[in-house]
């Protein structure tokens, strides 16, 4: 086995660690656990000669995470902050990587949709000051899950699992009624979000890589010596 297999691997053995400390409910578990999920999928970025961005971007959602144990405010508006942060170097990779084949798209309206009608029902039951901080970080949060498209399916797939992921947080802020194991659903679509994200941009950038070198050899074997 490789060292970047293992390194996968580990990223998902932690996943299953903490999602089953979730569905047991032992709380002290995944406070310990939740803060391991980003650094182990960026070891396995790095080993894969990942893009400093994407690393960023993990890094932002690690800080994001961690914030997010504390139950108050002021530590929720810092780590949407951090994931907000993130969601900006997902956008710099997609257009570094990606095709222009998803712009104006049905996706897109199918994602205006969506953004426009969440916020509108969620508006009403969000607390005053959070109000202004989700409608904004809802807007950048759907440009990425849109922009992700633009890598492909891998990361198309990543990008609406993020985009459910936060949705399920932000029906808490409102305190809506739970669905069933909600932390639970939050954390496999966010950690499945992310690790897709990941591989789409790995992919792409390899096959944007390949590309290049396929063309510059293409060149070389024309220019006259």
């Not at 070198?213 to 220019?223: G, H, L, M, P, S």
Request: hydrophobic share 55%; proline share 4%; glycine share 10%.
């Amino acid at each position: 086995m490789s060292r970047t297999e293992a390194l996968r691997i580990g990223f998902f053995a932690v996943c299953a660690a903490d999602l089953a400390a979730l569905l047991a409910g032992l709380d002290t578990a995944h406070t310990v656990l939740k803060p391991l999920l980003m650094p182990a999928l960026v070891a396995y970025v790095v080993a894969r000669g990942g893009p400093r961005p994407l690393c960023g971007a993990l890094l932002l959602g690690w800080g994001g995470d961690v914030l997010l144990l504390f139950d108050q405010d002021a530590a929720f508006l810092a780590g949407m902050g951090c994931f907000a942060a993130g969601h900006i170097c997902y956008l710099v990779l997609f257009k570094r990587y990606g095709t222009p084949r998803a712009r104006g798209s049905m996706l897109g309206i199918v994602y205006v949709v969506v953004l426009s009608n969440t916020v509108a029902a969620l508006w009403p039951d969000l607390p005053a000051d959070m109000r202004v901080p989700v409608a904004v970080y809802s807007v950048l949060l759907t440009a990425m899950a849109f922009g992700a498209s633009r890598l492909g399916r891998t990361a198309g797939i990543g990008g609406a699992l993020f985009l459910l992921s936060d949705s399920l947080i932000a029906l808490g802020v409102a305190e809506w009624p739970e669905v069933w194991q909600q932390d639970f659903w939050i954390m496999l679509t966010y950690v499945a979000a992310q690790y897709l994200l990941a591989r789409g941009v790995l992919d792409a950038r390899g096959a944007g890589g390949a590309a290049y070198r396929d063309e510059e050899r293409a060149e070389t074997r024309r220019t006259p010596h």
